[in-house]
């Protein structure tokens, strides 16, 4: 048999494949969880899922070891207002009824906004949770020029901050590698 000769439409394909670069470039897995909690956090009711994993800085550790966020009720159409469901420790309700006027206020300062206007408890069990741990200590001190500048820095958490950047800039040779 014989065969026929490639069509030019067919030898353009295989060309253009060969020229486009690779869309599904392999990526972290660090990268992809976030959208993956995300799509379950929304589901039960949480815009973004740093509310449940940043609770104990939220309300403090004492407040965090007896309660739990489960979730954040919007009126519809709105991203205000909300009500968020606490579950807490049996025998412990009366105390945080007692500052939830302080929780609410910290939940919305650390949205930025508005976002709660009410709190609804329900008593249950609350996990205790593993505190997290402390980022290892960089092997090279802080330069003394950079560390005499950020004492002036009155925010404790802005200096802190701050003199992590300088240690790693200390810690770090060269230019950064962007990719």
């Excluded at 593993?130 to 290892?136: H, I, L, M, V």
């Amino acid at each position: 048999m014989t065969e026929r000769p490639p069509t030019p439409k067919m030898k353009s394909r295989k060309s253009d494949a060969e020229d486009r670069p690779r869309i599904g470039a392999p990526r972290r897995i660090a990268d992809l969880m976030p959208a993956i909690g995300a799509a379950a956090f929304r589901k039960f009711g949480f815009v973004q899922s740093s509310i449940v994993t940043r609770w104990a800085e939220i309300v403090g550790p004492h407040y965090a070891a007896i309660s739990e966020p489960e979730s954040i009720r919007f009126p519809v159409g709105k991203k205000a207002g909300g009500t968020l469901q606490l579950t807490v420790m049996s025998g412990h309700a009366p105390m945080i009824q007692h500052v939830l006027p302080d929780i609410v206020e910290r939940v919305n300062r650390f949205f930025g906004y508005a976002a709660v206007a009410r709190v609804a408890m329900k008593q249950g069990m609350v996990q205790a949770r593993e505190p997290e741990r402390p980022p290892p200590v960089n092997l090279k001190p802080i330069p003394v020029e950079l560390g005499d500048s950020l004492r002036d820095i009155g925010d404790p958490e802005l200096r802190a901050v701050l003199e992590s950047l300088a240690q790693g800039l200390a810690n770090s040779s060269g230019l950064p590698k962007i990719s």
